[in-house]
């Protein structure tokens, strides 16, 4: 099962590392940090690590830690890696990894972490598979995630696309969409259905603003998450005429101010009790 993490090119690395990272992941980041508990000498193994966001700061927060980081690009990994050679910190690998589960050994890690996943829920499943395997019994997993109700603005305009077009069935796809979006519920039936116990979700609700509808579509954050994020739950269907329509009922709706897209930080705090 692949990793449920998107393979990024070298130039998509480089925007991560410099645009996606401070505009949006580090909501995401700056959670699993708050929420990590751990002593001296922890070992963190970080799934879809991307470029090594937030591995400093949890090294910075832990004596002693080792950390290991896995992603599918290598480009990503070429950044990570180089951003530790610059920080002489030895306590930080990283490795190509696609599918899961990994050739890891079992039980080797205190800690494992995930920012972020895109994937079916097969994926997901697997995901959290991995993460239980890997860790040793009390060991703490924390996934963060967008739950339900995120980009809710933006579903509700593929709905009124969907009404205007009489597009029955893409407006079912959306509706179904927006269900199936995992909330806290869901999200820790998921976490205990794989082994995990003592489950602790948090969610924080922010907005991201956009100048336009180009804007928000030409955005790298749109670009290469949130875009991704809603393509993995419709499915199949061209959403090119429907994002044409989003564009232009954004400039329309919002001309006199920005464009607010709600964002739904959850953060899962899990353990592997046996």
């Not at 959290?128 to 019994?137: H, K, S």
């Not at 232009?248 to 709600?262: M, R």
Request: proline share 5%; aromatic share 8%.
């Amino acid at each position: 099962m692949e990793l449920p993490v998107q393979k990024l090119t070298p130039a998509d690395a480089a925007v991560v590392e410099t645009f996606v990272v401070p505009r949006y992941l580090s909501f995401f980041g700056e959670l699993v940090v708050e929420m990590l508990l751990a002593g001296d000498g922890a070992r963190i193994v970080h799934l879809g690590c991307r470029t090594g966001y937030p591995d400093r700061h949890l090294f910075e927060k832990i004596s002693g830690a080792l950390i290991v980081g896995l992603d599918p690009s290598p480009s990503a990994l070429e950044l990570a890696r180089n951003k530790a050679a610059v920080l002489g910190e030895t306590g930080m690998e990283y490795i190509e990894v696609a599918t899961l589960p990994s050739e890891l050994a079992p039980t080797a890690f205190s800690h494992a972490v995930c920012l972020h996943p895109v994937g079916a829920r097969e994926q997901m499943t697997a995901l959290y598979q991995e993460m239980y395997r890997l860790l040793y019994p009390g060991g703490q997993a924390l996934v963060a995630q967008p739950l339900r109700g995120s980009f809710q603005e933006v579903s509700d305009l593929l709905r009124e696309y969907a009404l205007k077009h009489d597009d029955g069935d893409f407006g079912k796809k959306v509706e179904e969409s927006m269900v199936a979006r995992p909330n806290i519920e869901s999200l820790s039936e998921d976490l205990e259905s794989v082994g995990f116990d003592d489950i602790d979700i948090d969610v924080r609700t922010t907005l991201l603003a956009f100048d336009s509808g180009r804007a928000f579509l030409e955005d790298p954050v749109t670009r290469l998450l949130i875009l991704p994020e809603i393509r993995t739950w419709l499915g199949s269907v061209d959403l090119d005429k429907a994002l044409t329509y989003l564009r232009d009922a954004i400039d329309k709706y919002w001309s006199e101010g920005k464009f607010e897209l709600t964002l739904n930080v959850g953060c899962a705090s899990a353990r592997r009790l046996e």
